[in-house]
Antibody, heavy 116, light 108 residues
Framework: EVQLVESGGGLVEPGGSLRLSCAAS????????MTWVRQAPGKGLEWVGR??????????DYGTPVKGRFTISRDDSQNTLYLQMNSLKTEDTAVYYC???????WGQGTLVSVSS | EIVLTQSPSTLSLSPGERATLSCRAS???????LSWYQQKPGQAPRLLIY???SRATGIPDRFSGSGSGTDFTLTISRLEPEDFAVYYC?????????FGGGTKVEIK
């Protein structure tokens, strides 16, 4: 059974950093295109970024609001996806989800709050 | 960046009625790389449709998608009580990927 479990969310001050994790089971993260999506409180979905499978080059790309501040990576030994978030802004406050794209699996989300 | 505009923002209907949701793109979405998601309060989104018209695994056939180019439609043929939710279109034709602002289907 495929499962995605996000963790690492919490309260951080503006300008701070946080690393989110997405632990996968039931499939191999390095073989999949993995995506992060976020949702600010009461708002719609926003695409954060994705990382391609290892066989497709393993490169990543990002949405405009986070480009240069966020980095997506993988740890194949842990079968885990990461989202490193630096220079956080109040507008980054959201629930962050990892998902597997068109195969349709999503995690339950983890809340990141950026506030002083 | 491809901007997706969904209309209407809210659709008030009764169970059993037909729902028609629109998604318009600011430029052509190549190869119909457009999907639809359903989201209920407190839950992660659920993939309904991909490739503009293909139903995802386990999705009932009352959900159908159509369209190409810049105009796409999600149709729910007969609303069931569990279909009242927010629906998002999403293009994955080119980076950055983008979502529409959502249509809320509420009980009239």
């Amino acid at each position: 059974e495929v499962q995605l479990v996000e963790s690492g969310g919490g309260l951080v001050e503006p300008g701070g950093s946080l690393r989110l994790s997405c632990a996968a089971s039931g499939f191999t993260v390095s073989n999949a295109w993995m995506t992060w999506v976020r949702q600010a409180p009461g708002k719609g979905l926003e695409w954060v970024g994705r990382i391609r499978s290892k066989t497709d080059g393993g490169t990543s790309d990002y949405g405009t609001p986070v480009k240069g501040r966020f980095t997506i990576s993988r740890d194949d030994s842990q079968n885990t996806l990461y989202l490193q978030m630096n220079s956080l802004k109040t507008e980054d406050t959201a629930v962050y989800y990892c998902h597997t794209g068109l195969s349709g699996y999503w995690g339950q989300g983890t809340l990141v709050s950026v506030s002083s | 960046e491809i901007v997706l505009t969904q209309s209407p923002s809210t659709l008030s209907l009764s169970p059993g009625e037909r729902a028609t949701l629109s998604c318009r793109a600011s430029q052509s979405v190549s190869s119909s790389y457009l999907s639809w998601y359903q989201q209920k309060p407190g839950q992660a989104p659920r993939l309904l449709i991909y490739g503009a018209s293909s139903r995802a695994t386990g999705i009932p056939d009352r959900f159908s998608g159509s369209g190409s180019g810049t105009d796409f439609t999600l149709t729910i043929s007969r609303l069931e009580p569990e279909d009242f939710a927010v629906y998002y279109c999403h293009q994955y034709a080119g980076s950055p990927l983008t979502f529409g602002g959502g249509t809320k289907v509420e009980i009239k």
